[in-house]
């Protein structure tokens, strides 16, 4: 393995600038890797590696032309949720398989506006929809992680798993993912990386493959929480075609990484105390708090009482507004088509039966159940009511804290299939991560100790909406108490 490919995101556009290595180098360095490693672990459903060497020499040319952008050179592996020009884009489903899109995203543009390079898709959960990158129509990604216990395949987490994994595996420098409820910071703790969610409206959705169009929201998974601050700030900006992207400028937040936390006032929730929590997860945690202490911060308690039941709210609003989204691809204007059909209605029921995978009809027929004329009210509206509550009781806290401390999950990454028998099971690993997305609030997941059985485990801290920088500063400052710097063994 390349030493090329060990770099930091940060170091790696440094070394790129001061022309210590060239863009054509680490890219191929990276392809090296992937050829070797992807068999096995399925992070990528398509590798662009003639476009990629192209974008990289491109790189080269712009560097030793002294114009080169914030990202320049620097390899990237993109979630197959965002649309790439020219490149097939399919959200993990068979619905839109051989789908190439004539336009890029915008957070793709973005990347490629600062000089990044496209090594290939990523997999994911089908239209983002799973908690352990099981659902996806090209199979399930595995975790670079093992067991101490035993040499079962374990889940990266879900939906980004491909890119979790990726970056957990050195299959690129850092990745872009995406979040509905919880789908980058569940695997960036599954896998020993960094990935924050910024607040909902920062990033923009034009181009996002959508799921819940409330809730979703791009971020990156990354090896640190310096590199997820730069590859963010590239992926932020207004955009005109997204009517829910927010006009505000972009910080600088790697300048927020490594600041001093001396003062800032840290919530910790009673509620997220839940019952079955395992003594290592809770263990964690108070270690997270007595670092922050130990750093100057104050632990002030508080209560975010409407915590218990914000999971079966998500479980509400999220697969409506999917029955909605996705109500498009019915085998006449998009995605899959189904052949042999005798009926307008029987092409509609057999391409949507053939496309979807059980986990998106099951989410898409509770979506439409709960949107149907008689339990509209009932349960939908009232879901939308409990949802302004649980951001309710985050407005109530800021005047006393800063940011806030959680366990990013409820458990280490899983074996793959332990918990597919049962939908209830794996939607309960949302029950840390879900209340940012209900309050469209930042949180980042930051790498802080190894289990029992040497699996990484997550801290995650919530922040006021808009303020990604003490998010990153409080990450930062929990990165280096915890000084973790253990990786994945290479057993592919």
Not at 234 to 259: A, E, H, N, R, Y
Not at 279 to 298: H, M, N, P, V
Not at 308 to 329: D, F, G, H, M, Q
Not at 450 to 476: H, M, R, Y
């Given at each position: 393995?390349?030493?090329?490919?060990?770099?930091?995101?940060?170091?790696?556009?440094?070394?790129?600038?001061?022309?210590?290595?060239?863009?054509?180098?680490?890219?191929?360095?990276?392809?090296?890797?992937?050829?070797?490693?992807?068999?096995?672990?399925?992070?990528?459903?398509?590798?662009?590696?003639?476009?990629?060497?192209?974008?990289?020499?491109?790189?080269?040319?712009?560097?030793?032309?002294?114009?080169?952008?914030?990202?320049?050179?620097?390899?990237?592996?993109?979630?197959?949720?965002?649309?790439?020009?020219?490149?097939?884009?399919?959200?993990?489903?068979?619905?839109?398989?051989?789908?190439?899109?004539?336009?890029?995203?915008?957070?793709?543009?973005?990347?490629?506006?600062?000089?990044?390079?496209?090594?290939?898709?990523?997999?994911?959960?089908?239209?983002?929809?799973?908690?352990?990158?099981?659902?996806?129509?090209?199979?399930?990604?595995?975790?670079?992680?093992?067991?101490?216990?035993?040499?079962?395949?374990?889940?990266?987490?879900g939906s980004s798993g491909g890119s979790a994994s990726a970056v957990a595996a050195d299959l690129c420098l850092a990745a872009t993912a995406s979040d509905t409820g919880g789908s980058i910071r569940q695997p960036a703790a599954f896998t020993g990386t960094v990935g924050i969610k910024p607040t909902y409206g920062r990033a923009s959705r034009f181009g996002m493959v959508a799921f819940a169009s409330s809730l979703d929201?791009?971020?990156?998974?990354?090896?640190?929480?310096?590199?997820?601050?730069?590859l963010l700030q590239s992926m932020c900006s207004f955009d005109v075609k997204d009517s829910t992207s927010l006009d505000i400028p972009t910080p600088d937040w790697t300048q927020s990484v490594g600041q001093s936390v001396r003062g800032l006032r840290i919530g910790v929730p009673a509620e997220y105390v839940v019952d079955g929590m395992p003594a290592e997860i809770q263990a964690l945690w108070d270690q997270g708090i007595?670092?922050?202490?130990?750093?100057?911060?104050?632990?002030?308690?508080?209560?975010?009482?409407?915590?218990?039941?914000?999971?079966?709210?998500?479980?509400?609003?999220?697969?409506?507004?999917?029955?909605?989204?996705?109500?498009?691809?019915?085998?006449?204007?998009?995605?899959?088509?189904?052949?042999?059909?005798?009926?307008?209605?029987?092409?509609?029921?057999?391409?949507?039966?053939?496309?979807?995978?059980?986990?998106?009809?099951?989410?898409?027929?509770?979506?439409?159940?709960?949107?149907?004329?008689?339990?509209?009210?009932?349960?939908?509206?009232?879901?939308?009511?409990?949802?302004?509550?649980?951001?309710?009781?985050?407005?109530?806290?800021?005047?006393?804290?800063?940011?806030?401390?959680?366990?990013?999950?409820?458990?280490?990454?899983?074996?793959?299939?332990?918990?597919?028998?049962?939908?209830?099971?794996?939607?309960?690993?949302?029950?840390?991560?879900?209340?940012?997305?209900?309050?469209?609030?930042?949180?980042?997941?930051?790498?802080?100790?190894?289990?029992?059985?040497?699996?990484?485990?997550?801290?995650?801290?919530?922040?006021?909406?808009?303020?990604?920088?003490?998010?990153?500063?409080?990450?930062?400052?929990?990165?280096?108490?915890?000084?973790?710097?253990?990786?994945?063994?290479?057993?592919?």
């Amino acid at each position: 393995m390349s030493d090329l490919t060990k770099l930091t995101l940060k170091a790696a556009v440094d070394g790129l600038k001061a022309k210590t290595f060239s863009s054509e180098e680490i890219t191929r360095a990276f392809l090296t890797n992937i050829e070797a490693a992807n068999p096995r672990l399925n992070a990528y459903v398509e590798v662009t590696g003639d476009k990629a060497i192209a974008m990289a020499r491109a790189s080269d040319a712009r560097i030793a032309s002294g114009t080169a952008g914030a990202l320049e050179g620097a390899p990237l592996g993109i979630k197959d949720l965002f649309c790439t020009e020219g490149v097939q884009t399919t959200a993990g489903s068979n619905m839109l398989r051989g789908f190439v899109p004539p336009y890029e995203s915008t957070v793709t543009a973005n990347l490629w506006r600062d000089g990044a390079v496209m090594l290939g898709k990523l997999n994911m959960d089908e239209f983002a929809m799973g908690s352990s990158n099981e659902t996806s129509a090209f199979g399930p990604v595995v975790n670079p992680w093992k067991s101490s216990g035993s040499n079962a395949d374990l889940t990266p987490g879900g939906s980004s798993g491909g890119s979790a994994s990726a970056v957990a595996a050195d299959l690129c420098l850092a990745a872009t993912a995406s979040d509905t409820g919880g789908s980058i910071r569940q695997p960036a703790a599954f896998t020993g990386t960094v990935g924050i969610k910024p607040t909902y409206g920062r990033a923009s959705r034009f181009g996002m493959v959508a799921f819940a169009s409330s809730l979703d929201q791009a971020g990156p998974i990354a090896k640190n929480v310096e590199d997820a601050a730069l590859l963010l700030q590239s992926m932020c900006s207004f955009d005109v075609k997204d009517s829910t992207s927010l006009d505000i400028p972009t910080p600088d937040w790697t300048q927020s990484v490594g600041q001093s936390v001396r003062g800032l006032r840290i919530g910790v929730p009673a509620e997220y105390v839940v019952d079955g929590m395992p003594a290592e997860i809770q263990a964690l945690w108070d270690q997270g708090i007595a670092w922050l202490k130990d750093a100057g911060c104050e632990i002030v308690p508080i209560s975010l009482p409407h915590t218990k039941y914000a999971l079966p709210t998500y479980y509400i609003v999220a697969p409506a507004e999917a029955s909605s989204n996705l109500a498009r691809y019915d085998g006449m204007r998009f995605g899959h088509r189904a052949t042999g059909t005798t009926s307008l209605t029987d092409l509609y029921e057999s391409s949507r039966a053939e496309g979807f995978g059980a986990e998106v009809k099951r989410r898409l027929i509770i979506g439409a159940y709960v949107l149907s004329a008689g339990f509209y009210d009932a349960y939908y509206v009232k879901a939308l009511k409990v949802r302004r509550r649980i951001a309710e009781d985050f407005d109530a806290v800021w005047d006393q804290v800063d940011a806030i401390v959680t366990p990013s999950t409820p458990s280490a990454a899983f074996a793959l299939g332990d918990k597919q028998v049962d939908p209830l099971q794996m939607y309960l690993n949302d029950i840390f991560t879900v209340t940012a997305n209900l309050a469209g609030l930042p949180g980042i997941s930051v790498p802080a100790g190894l289990d029992s059985n040497g699996l990484p485990l997550g801290l995650q801290v919530i922040g006021k909406a808009l303020d990604e920088a003490t998010v990153f500063q409080v990450g930062a400052a929990l990165e280096q108490a915890a000084g973790f710097t253990t990786k994945a063994e290479r057993w592919w």
